[in-house]
Structures are given as structure tokens and as C-alpha cells.
């Protein structure tokens, strides 16, 4: 089957375009066909999670929200990454910084 994701929808228009294009002797056939795909597809999308899963992702969500909600410490932050980068550009094989 196609991958439907990456091409535009289908219009009304479009659809009673191919069918008027169908000669006639067809479209009972056409019919038939549209009836059929529209009969294996499923009437509400299956569940990608369960309740559980879903709430475990919620605690991990609200985990990183806290922790992008910390303005408090944005300095201390930025203190504690100037240290890191010069740390680690310091012992280096390369005479190039590890951090630009």
C-alpha cells in the first residue's frame, strides 16, 4: 500500500473526477471495490498506549518541565557548563577545542 502520509488529500472533486473518467459499465464494480476498502478500515484508530504506559510518560514529561521551568539557576547552570567545556578542551589529543 502507499504511504499516504507524504501525499496531499484526496478532494471530492478529484474522486467524482476518476469515477466520471470510469466508463459506466464500471461503476457497480467501483462501487463494489470502494465498498470493500472503506469496510477494512478501521472505524476509530487502535490505541498506540495503554493507561499505564500513558501515565509514565506524563511523570517523565512533567519531569523535563520542571527542569526547563528552573530559571533559578540559569547562572549556576551556565557557571557549571563554562567549567565542563574547559575541562574537557584542556586534555585533548587535538589541538582543536572539543566545543566551538
Given amino acids: 500500500m502507499a504511504d499516504r502520509s507524504s501525499s496531499p488529500p484526496a478532494s471530492l472533486e478529484l474522486l467524482l473526477h476518476e469515477i466520471e473518467a470510469t466508463p459506466?459499465?464500471?461503476?457497480?464494480?467501483?462501487?463494489?471495490?470502494l465498498r470493500q476498502?472503506?469496510?477494512?478500515?478501521p472505524l476509530t484508530p487502535p490505541s498506540v498506549i495503554d493507561a499505564e504506559q500513558a501515565q509514565k510518560n506524563q511523570a517523565a514529561i512533567?519531569?523535563?518541565?520542571?527542569?526547563?521551568?528552573?530559571?533559578?539557576?540559569?547562572?549556576?547552570?551556565?557557571?557549571?557548563w563554562e567549567?565542563?567545556?574547559?575541562?574537557?578542551?584542556?586534555?585533548?589529543?587535538?589541538d582543536r577545542p572539543l566545543f566551538s
Avoid at 459506466?24 to 471495490?33: G, H, I, K, S
Avoid at 518541565?65 to 540559569?74: I, K, V
Fill in 24 to 33: 459506466r459499465e464500471y461503476w457497480a464494480d467501483l462501487l463494489d471495490t
Fill in 83 to 94: 567549567f565542563l567545556r574547559t575541562a574537557l578542551d584542556e586534555d585533548r589529543l587535538s
Fill in 37 to 41: 476498502f472503506r469496510q477494512k478500515i
Fill in 62 to 80: 512533567d519531569l523535563l518541565d520542571s527542569w526547563l521551568g528552573d530559571d533559578e539557576n540559569a547562572s549556576e547552570h551556565q557557571q557549571a
